[in-house]
């Protein structure tokens, strides 16, 4: 199984209320092997013409990650369609890479729809190849895995600035079961989701569960304060709530 990604990273978007965004969701830059290139290419000059061309691949791949980070979609999208100009061919043979990308940039241009739109395509795309999930053992098993993820948490994200909170759950879920590695922004924005349910006592729970994972991401939440307050004003007891 090759890799599903081109030098991309798990730079979701995510937000604390249906207007508000929440940049300390955003995970660092991470380096994920290029999976576009043959590898039985000939003769020494064809290997070293490949490498040159997954570095700049990777650069453009950091560019357009560190853009959206700092959530500047503009920059982002440039970095995009220059590297879509100069290596027409990544657009057929990494799909979902592309289509993920310019989700993230649509999602902080507040293209909610059209993010929704690249996300879903994915989605679509991966379920119906990997009806079961991203089988393990595989050489990029656990990067696809953590794409998969990735693009679940992504739908979920436009699906509660869309207010369609019962599908944002879902997809929370989804992305839960597939990470080979519990992370809590996922807890995090299942916690929101089932909050704006009003299903406080689920939500509390999943906040609880964000605190075993990172601590730190809810201590900095921006909502976690008034999280605690509503979850109080309803008889409801999150342990993360109790500590100061």
């Known amino acids: 199984m090759k890799s599903l990604l081109i030098a991309l990273v798990m730079a979701s978007p995510s937000f604390a209320t249906d207007n508000n965004t929440v940049p300390q969701d955003l995970?660092?830059?991470m380096e994920i092997t290029v999976?576009?290139?043959?590898e039985d290419a000939c003769g020494v000059w064809e290997k070293v013409r490949r490498l040159i061309g997954e570095s700049r691949l990777k650069q453009y791949g950091r560019a357009i990650n560190q853009a959206i980070a700092r959530q500047d979609p503009a920059t982002a999208q440039q970095a995009l369609n220059e590297m879509l100009q100069k290596y027409p061919e990544i657009k057929s043979k990494e799909p979902h890479a592309i289509e993920y990308h310019q989700g993230n940039i649509n999602f902080w241009k507040k293209d909610f729809e059209g993010a929704y739109g690249q996300f879903d395509a994915i989605v679509r795309g991966l379920e119906k190849k990997y009806p079961?999930?991203?089988?393990?053992?595989g050489k990029y098993s656990e990067s696809n895995a953590y794409f998969m993820s990735d693009v679940y948490f992504g739908r979920a994200a436009t699906l509660l600035q869309l207010k369609k909170y019962h599908g944002a759950v879902e997809d929370l879920d989804k992305a839960i079961a597939v990470t080979p590695h519990k992370r809590a922004?996922?807890?995090v924005n299942r916690c929101r989701a089932l909050f704006k349910l009003k299903e406080y006592a689920a939500a509390a729970e999943a906040l609880d569960r964000a605190y075993l994972v990172t601590?730190?991401?809810v201590d900095n939440a921006p909502d976690r304060n008034y999280l605690c307050q509503?979850?109080?004003e309803k008889g409801v007891q999150a342990?993360?709530?109790a500590k100061k």
């Open 27 to 29: 995970a660092v830059p």
């Open 35 to 38: 999976g576009s290139f043959e």
């Open 132 to 137: 079961d999930g991203v089988p393990p053992g």
């Open 185 to 187: 922004v996922l807890y």
């Open 215 to 217: 601590p730190m991401m």
């Open 230 to 232: 509503v979850f109080a």
């Open 239 to 241: 342990k993360v709530c």
